[in-house]
């Protein structure tokens, strides 16, 4: 089995040397038909590992138990790909294929706790700050005493104001203490009177004028003016 000339970190000529030899005929193997699967399957299981993270123990919509098992599940699958990219990367050298496997998975796993523990602290510090920054809103005049506020009452359409009607003061703590005065109001509504009934000076009948026209039903004699006025006037006046 040829040796590759090139280290891990040399990646465009190590890629290139992989792709060439995949397709010499010559040479025994095919390294993409098993680095490009592999490949795939160590980017779709740390995906669905960072997923799990990311639900267990930021968004709280997994328990850490089955979290915990989600991981032991996806590593073998993670680990699994990684050495196959591997195999594939190093031309089936499996001493080199091995050590690259420890190495690409230790710094995956180290990046993957370290943005973890960011993602934390900040998310810790954010919470921090807000709850800091209420604290100092809700103490803000800590040493100062509460001060009563007046809400004036409301005023009539001519400018004048109701002394004592609608005040409301409001104390400090979020109490409120509210007065409220009731005022008599005395209105004088004029009620009109029933036309009074007078006898006719010619006939001696009697009619109500304002009924019959201003005449006498009997005599048909017109209603003297006196009389109509006399008609009209209240019987508390007689």
Not at 32 to 50: R, Y
Not at 55 to 65: A, D, G, H, P
Request: hydrophobic content about 40%.
């Amino acid at each position: 089995m040829p040796q590759s000339q090139y280290r891990a970190r040399q990646v465009a000529a190590k890629t290139h040397e992989v792709v060439e030899y995949d397709h010499d005929d010559s040479k025994p193997g095919k390294p993409l038909h098993i680095l490009v699967p592999g490949g795939l399957i160590a980017l779709a299981a740390l995906g669905v590992i960072i997923l799990v993270i990311y639900q267990t123990w930021f968004e709280n919509q997994l328990e850490q138990s089955t979290g915990v098992v989600l991981l032991a599940i996806l590593a073998p699958f993670y680990i699994g790909g990684v050495f196959l990219f591997s195999y594939g990367y190093e031309l089936y050298n499996i001493p080199r294929a091995i050590r690259l496997t420890v190495i690409i998975v230790f710094v995956t796993l180290a990046a993957v706790v370290i943005i973890a523990v960011l993602f934390l602290v900040l998310g810790a510090g954010g919470k921090g700050l807000s709850g800091g920054s209420s604290k100092k809103k809700s103490s803000g005049g800590g040493g100062s005493k509460p001060q009563a506020k007046s809400i004036p009452a409301s005023t009539s359409s001519s400018g004048s104001r109701f002394p004592g009607v609608g005040d409301v003061v409001v104390l400090g703590g979020g109490r409120t203490r509210t007065r409220e005065v009731t005022r008599e109001v005395v209105k004088e509504v004029e009620v009109p009177v029933a036309p009074r009934s007078i006898d006719c000076p010619y006939c001696k009948r009697s009619y109500v004028p304002v009924e019959n026209e201003y005449a006498c039903p009997a005599c048909g004699a017109a209603t003297p003016k006196e009389l109509i006025e006399e008609s009209q006037e209240p019987k508390s006046r007689e």
